[in-house]
């Protein structure tokens, strides 16, 4: 028996700090993204607060879902199917986006399946290049996470991780530590643009231990205590401030280039995907691109706002799964944590 098509699906991502919906057609064709972030809601604490959080989830889901099927030309009615964050992530903020997904799943009659929010990010890049097929590498790059996997067409296998921090943590960690403002990725980023990469050798944690694990909390740390040995942060000067974001940076993107290569060349692939919020970052595109060109492999970035937090990512994935016959009840609950993929071999 032939299984169902899903050609119309909506997303709905709330894992976090931004609210999201999309419509995307056949798992492939994005006809519609709207992303509602909440920077001014969390920046004067400096990093996300949960409460704060899902209440604006809240205010926010019922225009956001409209607002994108409006943008996709498409009746609520015409849906096929409903894909939803449903872990990891903050709880409260995925219960927000989960129950919206289950009532208008229910008042429709039409299927809902829950996503796992990286199974998420590794078909963003599937999502920018169509032609990648698995075996390839996934490079998951987050503020939640820092892992790799081996993406088959079954699903992901767990290569390596990070040990304590992720790396977008490490890059909001130290942007509140060079007083650079929330949120913290992309301001150390632009911060880097005026620095010397080379001005502060900072440590490039785990890349001479074998394996392919990551430690991001050891770079914070040397980060801060050589914000100290110069008479603290308000001691800095902003040319100083650039070099010590451009250095933080270099030595943070060079562990992922590095490991990426191992684990390519461990597992004899010749694609990797990099995806996440941290995969926004300029330099470790460039970075990894250059070594790609220069070693015959292929890198592949999906472009920067199917990187950080969508919906379009929730609903391809969503897509491939109902396709594949997967359902979810009204039961289905949110997840805080959850690993993703089996840890495949050392
Ligand atoms: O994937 P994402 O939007 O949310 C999570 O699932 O965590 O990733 C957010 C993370 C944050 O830590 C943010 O600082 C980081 O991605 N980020 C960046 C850049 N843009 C976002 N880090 C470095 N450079 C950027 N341009
Ligand atoms: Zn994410």
């Known amino acids: 028996m032939d299984l169902p098509a899903f050609p119309l699906v909506l997303g709905i991502e709330s894992s976090c700090d931004e609210m999201a919906a999309a419509v995307v057609r056949g798992g492939r064709e994005i006809l519609a993204s709207v992303v509602e972030g909440q920077h001014d809601v969390h920046r004067p604490y400096g990093g996300v607060v949960p409460e704060l959080a899902s209440r604006d989830h809240v205010r926010a889901v019922s225009h956001v879902a409209r607002a994108a099927l409006e943008a996709a030309g498409v009746d609520a009615n015409e849906l096929d199917g409903i894909a939803v964050t449903s872990g990891p992530g903050l709880v409260g903020s995925l219960l927000v986006g ?21 199974v998420g990010h590794l078909v963003a890049a599937e999502l920018a290049e169509p032609d990648l097929a698995p075996p390839y590498l996934g490079l998951v790059v987050s503020g939640g996470h820092t892992a790799l996997y081996r993406v088959e067409s079954d699903g992901p296998a767990l290569l390596g991780e990070t040990r304590d921090d992720a790396a977008g943590e490490a890059f909001d ?12 990725g992309p301001a150390v980023s632009k911060a880097a643009e005026q620095g010397d990469p080379a001005a502060v050798d900072f440590p490039r944690p ?3 231990q074998p394996g392919l694990d990551f430690s991001y909390s050891g770079l914070k740390t040397a980060v801060a205590i050589e914000i100290e040995r110069r008479g603290g942060r308000a001691a800095l000067q902003s040319a100083e401030i650039a070099d010590l974001a451009a250095s933080f940076e270099a030595a943070a993107t060079d562990v992922l280039v590095t490991k990426a290569r191992r684990a390519l060349r461990r597992e004899g692939l010749g694609s990797v995907a990099v995806v996440g919020g941290v995969a926004a970052n300029r330099r470790l595109r460039e970075q990894m691109t250059a070594v790609g060109e220069r070693e015959g492999f292929r890198v592949v970035f999906p472009p920067s706002n199917l990187c950080t937090d969508n919906a379009a990512m929730i ?10 016959g997967e359902r979810d009840a009204l039961d289905l609950n949110a997840f805080s944590r959850a690993p993703l993929g089996s840890r495949a071999g050392g």
Do not use: N, Q, Y
């Open 98 to 118: 989960l129950s919206f997904g289950k009532a208008l799943g229910f008042r429709l009659g039409v299927p809902l399946v829950g996503v796992h929010h990286l």
């Open 315 to 324: 609903a391809a994935a969503g897509a491939r799964l109902l396709e594949r």
């Open 206 to 208: 785990m890349s001479k």
């Open 173 to 184: 960690k130290v942007a509140v530590l060079l007083g650079l403002g929330f949120p913290g």
